[in-house]
């Protein structure tokens, strides 16, 4: 993070969270965004992609507490230092930053500050001023662990059953190794932008003040690109990809955590972790019920009241055939063992069969069936409704 982008960003509004949001906000909100903008849900997208990088380069600042701290800082010096007449340390006051705006005393007089004057100037400008502090203001020097990372994937429902290697899109970006970061072709470099000679900036008088804003040709890089990289298209940087392992009987919508394969620690720190929400897909004919498959099978009103065995299908494509008890009514359930979903323990969960009697149409029925049936209701008089009448005239 550059004190360009410390100055420049509202990483706060790119969230949408204010600026004393708690970190169980600011995840919130990433989340949230994150889920809206992620390029599998907006393929070819350019403005959501661009969003999500910035989502997920504010993400990245304010999640770390170290960095979001330092970010605030720089922030609020900024946001000191721009006000006409006054100063870091007060107007006229002696030592602290040199009083912005204080005629003859620290960078610059009067009310002409712009942004080119904060960042450069004597000593460093400001931003030598910002990085002795925030040496001075992070704490301690030693190794520091890097930030997690949050992804999403979405995978087959056979493949949950039996575990898989797969590809995660990681939100933000590595360096392109085909151009090593400088979004020009291999062969040729970028050239400095003569608009702002560079700086990125370029700033224009308003009244009394001198405002900076970026270079509308060089979009605030500094640079043109005359030859752009074909792999990142003169971005310099490229999406980045994981290859995680997906244990079997994963569910929809569980979360798992990969240790140390987030953004890497600082100064020998050890890496974040990376937690990939895992996305089932549905399946046509099958469903979970926690460890147990599901599935919902018809059968004839010969075959529900005489019994029969029939053949039940599977998601391994192995042979199963279950027998229908005589006498069956919709709804029954029936349970094969070990058939089912693997479960942490080594076993299998069980698939349940619920048999769903079906009634021929009138228009499927021959001639021959109509009559057939005419003369099962004459040989089997019955009226199911029959119990019901009873209890009710019982009960009045």
Do not use: W
């Not at 003569?194 to 009394?208: D, H």
């Not at 890496?271 to 929400?277: A, H, I, K, R, S």
Request: proline share 8%; charged share 25%.
């Amino acid at each position: 993070m550059s004190v360009r982008d410390m100055v420049e960003k509202d990483y706060y509004a790119a969230l949408g969270v204010p600026k004393d949001a708690s970190a169980t906000d600011i995840k919130k909100a990433y989340r949230g965004l994150a889920r809206e903008l992620h390029p599998d849900k907006n393929p070819g997208d350019a403005k959501a992609e661009a969003r999500f990088k910035e989502v997920s380069e504010a993400y990245d600042v304010l999640s770390d507490e170290g960095r979001r701290r330092e970010y605030d800082e720089a922030r609020a010096l900024f946001a000191a230092g721009g006000r006409p007449g006054g100063g870091f340390g007060g107007p006229g006051r002696a030592g602290g930053y040199g009083g912005f705006g204080a005629p003859g005393t620290g960078y610059g007089s009067g009310p002409n500050l712009n942004l080119d004057d904060l960042l450069g100037g004597a000593n460093g400008g400001l931003g030598g001023i910002f990085d002795n502090l925030f040496q001075r203001s992070s704490p301690g020097r030693g190794p520091r662990r890097g930030a997690d990372i949050e992804a999403e994937v979405t995978i087959p429902f056979e493949k949950s059953l039996t575990g898989l290697e797969a590809s995660v899109r990681l939100p933000g970006a590595a360096t392109c190794t085909t151009c090593t970061g400088s979004g020009a072709r291999p062969g040729t470099t970028p050239r400095t932008c003569p608009t702002c000679r560079g700086l990125g900036v370029v700033s224009r008088s308003q009244g009394g003040f001198a405002l900076s804003e970026p270079c509308r040709d060089c979009l605030g890089k500094g640079t043109l690109i005359d030859h752009p990289c074909p792999d990142c298209r003169g971005t310099g940087r490229r999406e980045r990809e994981q290859r995680i392992r997906i244990p079997a009987g994963v569910s929809d919508g569980q979360r798992l955590r990969v240790r140390g394969r987030g953004i890497p620690g600082e100064r020998g720190g050890p890496g974040g972790d990376l937690e990939v929400t895992v996305h089932v897909l549905r399946h046509p004919v099958f469903e979970r019920e926690g460890s147990n498959l599901a599935i919902t099978l018809p059968v004839t009103i010969t075959e529900a009241a005489l019994g029969a065995s029939i053949r039940v299908p599977t998601l391994d494509g192995a042979p199963l055939t279950m027998k229908v008890p005589a006498g069956t009514s919709s709804g029954r359930r029936l349970r094969a063992r070990g058939r089912g979903v693997p479960t942490a323990g080594g076993g299998n969960g069980d698939l349940i069969v619920t048999l769903e009697v079906t009634v021929p149409k009138p228009s499927d029925l021959s001639p021959r069936a109509r009559t057939a049936l005419l003369e099962f209701a004459q040989a089997h008089p019955e009226d199911p409704r029959a119990p019901l009448m009873e209890r009710m005239e019982a009960g009045g």
